[in-house]
């Protein structure tokens, strides 16, 4: 009896000293939410970032990873920036260069950029012409270890005649001219030698010219920046702080949304229905039609011969009429309104942007012309519903019908779209199987034994995107010289589309910086890919990100990051 | 005793040798590359990539960069450096190895504290109404997931429960210290308890439950019957010959089970963004940070280690009969 009492006793007292524990600790003082403390004071307030993880570093020059430019663009200022209209607009510089006044030679090899004048980097310093020179001479440094190199390898030269003008010369033409020096300048003062950019200081705490200045960085957990007090622009920045908060997991984020204790909330990973309802009158998900462009690349090269060439042609791909088959067979209204709601329809990589190209799908969903196009190729109904070959141009008799489709791991929407696919297929005969890998397989490297760059794969299902000059990437994608292989490991021609118009229209892009002939070129290039097919484009994903109702002065920008336009935010009660 | 420590100690440097040609080879082998998201940013060239490739040496054969990892280890105590944020690797490792032990240690004292009377009091009740609540609470709190755990506990602490005082959360809903204060102990306490909580939580369940049954065994065992003939007070009996002998197992329990510990406490670093190790591990993991990756790999192989001499150099002290020399 007197046991079970101690024992009763033991279990109250270890219980009070739970309840003790929670009930002694005070919250800290000066915990507010945004709203709060624009309340209390005059000045704009403070703003938390709730981001699923840490920037490695804050130059970007040196990043790959998407994290970085979302939160770095907040501490950098650049001589232009492109605008949620796609248009460029000037930032540190006066203009933009154009050949109509003269800024940009006829050749398009001399580039003239002036600075505003009376610019000052965050520690008072002026910003200078110099800098540009110095920002140019780090980043083609080959042992700076930059990677977004921004065409900075084409430039031979720069003149800095006074203080505030730059003569950039080109050994040949870049078309991102205008892009040039966009992702911010390095100040030659408060950097370091090129050679040690990656241990700069200045990457975790940089002297800038951008709208708020690194205050604190707490490893893991938080950065805070403060307003810089030299932005160029007088005013602003509005907020006088942005916190931006680490916190990896999407339901603890989502709790501190809930609780006002975030105001905007990158990559929510909610569709916009979902993620309204869960914080109803917080805030809400603020989305636009985004750059990411899904898409089907066929490979039209025989897999797993050990030859990454364009030839000889794969059994069931490398026949065009397989392919057009397949393009109609999907049905892409499902796929748009119910597969993967919320999405918008593209019909060519060129989907958005200056090179916009909307061009009518050439093989719309049609599953009788499907069969008639599967029958004329030589591939007949099996026993099980599935075709084989049967006088097909590049199989055997007898061969399957079967492909299987990879794309990477842990994206839901994905895994809908490839499982509709599936049954699409099946409707007219044809076998397909999903291969997900992780994210660093397939798109790792040739050496990394990457079935993109190896040519050891069918179908590959992912999206990708283009930036505002996408002449690299495409000529990357789509001309026939740019095929992977052991001498040209960085080809991404992934499909082995071989092309003499293709060609032609891709290098007709690349010779100029005159916008119409090039957009028609690329047009003419869009129409080409949805005739043969190499790729077979389905839609946009939406972009954006969530903030709370008192967050106003922020455009959701396709072009820009999260923080692109932080100097405009304002926090209301 | 110290010469065994010394030997212990030396043993030790083979092995961890030895570990990390695996660890590198295991860490290497695993398909993918740290390049990966290069290839996702259209900004970034191909030639730009395969040139980053060739400036970090992965194109080299293997052993090479094996080599001339563990050389910069030996010869200068250096894990290296960062592929993707170019800091040291000893400063990143050092910025979150006190904020792991921090969480762990605390846990996991808490978790002792807790679970040797828990157990030690439902074996001496086997089968009395306390006995089948501690079971059913060890049996559930084996059975639930950490990281669920974790998540209810931010559900019912900080969005559903509010502190009638100021209005505001209760418990924070994670980080080690409030946006913007002065770091204070009282502000790291607060935010302690939902993580330490919920990892303690699930280390109760499991080691009450073993140290329970360990205190069955060892209260059936005869040495008790001869305690208690020798008439020696029932508390003496208790808690001086049983429970010494029943924390015998504990202690290689504990030792076998410190990687766990620090896989746990991974998930809980996660829910509640607590700035540890585990989640440097777990982004390094992602993104293939190799250096990153192998020096949180290779500072918890060492941390098993000594964990494993201290765990033998506790038997000796806990029981007479073993003896070092």
């Not at chain 1, 970085?68 to 663009?73: I, L, M, N, T």
């Not at chain 1, 000052?120 to 200078?128: C, K, N, Y």
């Not at chain 2, 295991?26 to 998201?37: D, E, H, I, K, S």
Request: charged content about 20%; glycine content about 8%.
């Amino acid at each position: 009896m007197n046991r079970s009492k101690r024992s009763t006793i033991f279990v109250t007292l270890l219980l009070a000293l739970v309840l003790a524990i929670s009930a002694c600790a005070a919250p800290p003082p000066q915990q507010a939410t945004g709203g709060e403390s624009a309340a209390q004071s005059d000045s704009g307030g403070q703003v938390v970032l709730i981001i699923p993880e840490e920037p490695a570093t804050l130059n970007q020059y040196l990043a790959d990873a998407a994290i970085v430019r979302q939160v770095a663009d907040a501490t950098t200022a650049g001589l232009s920036l492109v605008d949620q209209n796609g248009d460029f607009q000037p930032v540190l510089a006066e203009t933009i260069p154009s050949i109509a006044d003269g800024t940009v030679s006829e050749d398009f090899l001399t580039v003239t950029w002036k600075l505003r004048p009376g610019l000052l980097w965050s520690d008072g310093t002026p910003i200078t012409s110099d800098d540009m020179k110095f920002t140019w001479e780090a980043i083609s440094n080959p042992d700076s270890g930059a990677v977004l190199s921004n065409n900075f390898e084409k430039i031979t030269s720069i003149d800095t005649p006074d203080d505030l003008t730059a003569i950039v010369h080109y050994s040949e033409v870049n078309s991102a001219y205008p892009m040039q020096f966009a992702y911010g300048l390095l100040p030659r003062h408060a950097t370091g030698e090129p050679t040690e950019m990656e241990k700069w200081e200045w990457n975790r705490a940089p002297v800038t010219a951008g709208a708020f200045v690194v205050s604190e960085w707490n490893s893991g957990d938080s950065i805070v920046m403060d307003r810089n007090p030299n932005y160029y622009l007088d005013g602003q920045p509005y907020l006088d702080r942005l916190i931006f908060k680490v916190v990896p997991d999407p339901g603890a984020q989502m709790a501190m949304m809930i609780q006002g204790e975030g105001q905007v909330h990158l990559w929510p990973g909610a569709t916009k229905e979902d993620y309204d309802v869960q914080i109803e009158g917080e805030g809400q998900l603020q989305e636009v039609p985004g750059q990411w462009n899904m898409a089907l690349r066929f490979n039209l090269s025989q897999p797993f011969d050990d030859d990454p060439g364009a030839t000889p042609p794969h059994p069931i791909l490398g026949d065009l009429k397989v392919r057009q088959a397949l393009a109609h067979a999907i049905d892409y209204d499902t796929i748009i309104n119910d597969v993967n709601p919320g999405v918008s329809p593209a019909t060519s990589p060129f989907a958005y942007g200056w090179y916009r190209c909307d061009i009518p799908r050439t093989y719309t969903f049609d599953q009788d012309k499907a069969n008639a196009l599967l029958e004329e190729a030589g591939w007949v109904l099996g026993d099980d519903g599935i075709r084989v070959a049967s006088g097909a141009a590049n199989a055997e008799d007898g061969t399957r019908l079967s492909l299987q489709m990879e794309g990477y791991t842990n994206f839901q929407p994905l895994v809908k779209l490839e499982e509709a696919i599936v049954e699409m297929w099946k409707a007219v005969g044809v076998e397909a199987t999903i291969q997900n890998d992780d994210f660093s397989i397939i798109f790792g490297s040739l050496a990394d034994g990457a079935p993109r760059k190896t040519g050891n794969f069918d179908i590959l299902i992912y999206d990708s995107s283009l930036s505002i000059d996408p002449q690299a990437t495409i000529a990357g994608l789509f001309h026939s010289s740019a095929i992977p292989s052991a001498d040209n490991p960085a080809g991404s021609n992934y499909s082995r589309w071989v092309n003499a118009d293709a060609d032609a229209a891709i290098d007709l892009a690349g010779s100029t910086v005159d916008v119409p002939t090039r957009q028609a070129a690329y047009c003419d290039l869009a129409q080409l890919i949805d005739d043969e097919l190499p790729q077979l484009h389905l839609y946009l994903f939406t972009e954006g990100y969530g903030a709370t109702d008192k967050l106003s002065g922020y455009a959701v920008s396709i072009w820009g990051s999260l923080t692109w336009d932080a100097q405009n935010w304002k926090l209301s009660q | 005793m110290s010469t065994y420590i010394v030997r212990r100690t030396l043993q030790a440097i083979p092995l961890l040798l030895i570990l990390s040609v695996m660890l590198f080879a295991l860490v290497r082998m695993a398909p993918g590359g740290p390049l990966a998201q290069a290839e996702r940013n259209p900004n970034i060239t191909q030639e730009q990539i395969e040139r980053l490739r060739e400036r970090l040496g992965l194109n080299q054969p293997f052993y090479v960069q094996y080599i001339k990892w563990a050389r910069t280890i030996v010869l200068e105590g250096d894990l290296g450096d960062s592929i993707k944020s170019g800091r040291e690797v000893s400063v990143m490792i050092g910025e979150r190895i006190p904020n792991t032990l921090l969480l762990v240690g605390v846990a996991f004292l808490l978790t002792l504290c807790v679970a040797i009377p828990l157990g030690a009091l439902s074996a001496r009740k086997q089968y009395s109404l306390l006995d089948y609540v501690v079971t059913t609470f060890t049996f559930a709190g084996q059975s639930v997931p950490i990281y669920w755990l974790g998540l209810m506990a931010v559900l019912t602490f900080y969005v559903w429960i509010d502190n009638p005082f100021t209005g505001k959360p209760l418990f924070p809903a994670g980080g080690m210290y409030s946006i913007g204060s002065d770091k204070g102990l009282g502000d790291l306490l607060w935010h302690m308890v939902m993580p330490v909580g919920t990892l303690s939580l699930a280390w109760i369940a499991w080691y009450s439950r073993f140290f329970r049954a360990s205190m069955l065994d060892v209260l059936n065992a005869d040495y008790m019957r001869t305690a208690r003939a020798k008439g020696l007070s029932e508390g003496r009996v208790l808690y001086i010959h049983a429970l010494r002998n029943a924390v015998m197992p504990l202690v290689t329990m504990i030792a076998l089970d410190f990687p766990s510990l620090f896989a746990g406490a991974l998930f809980v670093e996660t829910i509640f963004s607590w700035p540890g190790m585990g989640r440097l591990f777990w982004e390094a993991a992602r993104g293939r940070d190799y250096p990153v990756l192998l020096g949180v790999i290779l500072i918890n192989a060492g941390l098993i280690v000594v964990a494993n001499i201290l765990a033998d150099i506790l038997y000796g002290v806990i029981d007479p009969r073993v003896q070092y020399d």
